[in-house]
């Protein structure tokens, strides 16, 4: 399919919680702790009423601060800033594996986060990579809306000067990549088990196995053009000897 060749890819985009680091750290976990502190303190819940809510907002709307924003009036800098106050070096270290994967992805490097930019540079620095990245786009610089929404994928692309074709998207949630997708971009979803790849064109279990997937779609210039999920198994093994044409076109 004609509309599939060609691509010039500039920018490739991770996520950043349990994308660009592993889910088992933990990290996201105390994130979530604190959402759900935040919740109690600010809407006279249990600790059980507020996970239920929690749990509800994050279906319904996307994130709990979409839902906060939606049904309360809050202060969305202030919760911001709470739910982000964790100590990242208890649950996260330098990684040299990470640095050398980035180093050998010859694109931009972007972040971008439904956190805060902030939050996303503490993170990068705790595992040593922060030099790689041009820049970090938090929810506040796309405001305030999360991943769900198209408008949010179309602001960042406006920042980064680039097409939605140029740009390859890293992500752990499946829905969060459907937008970007539709906009055109090539999406690589981590994780083992999705609730439902139907927003991604890869699958692979760590953001460890990129490196061979990005290095066929910058040999091949083209992102799938089927909307069968291929998996980083099924892609074949990230060796040099395998034919361009081994990406799906
Ligand atoms: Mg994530």
């Given at each position: 399919?004609?509309w599939?060749?060609?691509r010039?890819?500039?920018v490739?985009?991770f996520?950043?919680d349990?994308?660009?680091?592993?889910?088992h750290?933990?990290?996201?976990?105390?994130?979530?702790?604190?959402?759900?502190?935040?919740?109690?303190?600010?809407?006279?819940?249990?600790?059980?009423?507020a996970?239920?809510?929690?749990?509800d907002?994050y279906v319904r709307?996307?994130?709990?601060?979409a839902?906060l924003?939606?049904?309360?009036?809050?202060d969305?800098r202030?919760?911001?800033s709470?739910?982000?106050?964790?100590?990242?070096?208890k649950f996260?270290?330098?990684?040299?594996?990470?640095?050398?994967?980035?180093?050998s992805?010859?694109l931009r490097?972007v972040?971008?986060?439904?956190g805060?930019?902030?939050?996303?540079?503490?993170?990068?620095?705790?595992l040593?990579?922060a030099?790689y990245f041009?820049?970090?786009?938090?929810?506040?610089?796309?405001?305030?809306?999360?991943?769900?929404?198209?408008?949010?994928?179309?602001q960042?692309?406006a920042?980064?000067g680039?097409?939605?074709?140029a740009?390859?998207?890293?992500?752990?949630?499946?829905r969060?990549?459907?937008?970007?997708?539709?906009?055109?971009?090539?999406?690589?979803?981590?994780g083992?088990?999705?609730?439902?790849d139907?927003g991604?064109?890869?699958?692979?279990?760590?953001?460890?196995?990129?490196e061979?997937?990005?290095?066929?779609?910058?040999?091949?210039?083209c992102?799938?053009?089927?909307?069968?999920?291929v998996?980083?198994?099924?892609a074949?093994?990230?060796d040099?000897?395998?034919?361009?044409?081994?990406?799906?076109?």
């Amino acid at each position: 399919m004609l509309w599939a060749m060609g691509r010039n890819y500039e920018v490739i985009i991770f996520d950043l919680d349990d994308t660009i680091y592993p889910r088992h750290s933990g990290l996201m976990q105390e994130v979530g702790r604190r959402i759900r502190e935040w919740v109690v303190n600010h809407l006279g819940l249990n600790a059980e009423e507020a996970a239920t809510v929690q749990h509800d907002y994050y279906v319904r709307y996307g994130t709990t601060l979409a839902g906060l924003l939606a049904e309360h009036s809050i202060d969305p800098r202030s919760y911001l800033s709470f739910v982000h106050d964790v100590p990242i070096e208890k649950f996260l270290a330098e990684d040299k594996a990470l640095a050398a994967l980035l180093q050998s992805i010859p694109l931009r490097k972007v972040i971008y986060t439904n956190g805060t930019a902030d939050y996303a540079w503490r993170v990068l620095r705790a595992l040593g990579v922060a030099d790689y990245f041009e820049q970090v786009i938090g929810i506040e610089e796309v405001g305030l809306r999360n991943k769900l929404h198209r408008e949010a994928h179309e602001q960042v692309l406006a920042r980064l000067g680039v097409p939605a074709s140029a740009c390859i998207m890293v992500e752990d949630s499946a829905r969060n990549l459907g937008p970007a997708r539709e906009l055109g971009m090539t999406t690589i979803l981590v994780g083992a088990e999705p609730e439902s790849d139907d927003g991604a064109d890869f699958v692979v279990r760590d953001v460890m196995e990129l490196e061979g997937i990005v290095r066929r779609l910058l040999e091949s210039g083209c992102r799938p053009a089927s909307l069968n999920t291929v998996r980083a198994d099924e892609a074949g093994p990230a060796d040099a000897t395998r034919s361009p044409d081994s990406v799906p076109a």
